[in-house]
């Protein structure tokens, strides 16, 4: 299965590692953000059905960004790439996201083929 993906990361070296590093075949096309304004207008928009997420970007951050996925009930599977690894990072992000959480472990197989 393909995806629409978008790759949102404040920093534009990450986003072009993180594009390389997709496996072959999970992408039918990629769309890029350097924030979270500009993920939720891909979103809002209809685009994009895997996004991959940074957190901590300047403006509207990956926190923010699962809160308003959660709340206007967009319909995009989320992957959290980030280097925040600390306890509370961890629980705020299941907090946004524990809806979510169980449609993700189902398709997560069929992402790592």
Known sequence: M???VIVCDDSRFARQQLIRGL???LAREVLT???GEEALKLLRAGQG???FLDLNMP???GYQVLEAIRREELNVLVIVVSGDIQAQAHQRILAAA???LAEFFD???ALLK
Do not use: F, K
């Open 98 to 100: 524990d809806a979510g």
């Open 23 to 25: 496996p072959a075949g």
């Open 49 to 51: 059905e895997l996004l």
């Open 107 to 109: 398709i997560l197989p």
């Open 33 to 35: 953000a350097s924030n």
């Open 2 to 4: 393909s995806y629409s």
């Open 59 to 61: 403006g509207l951050d």
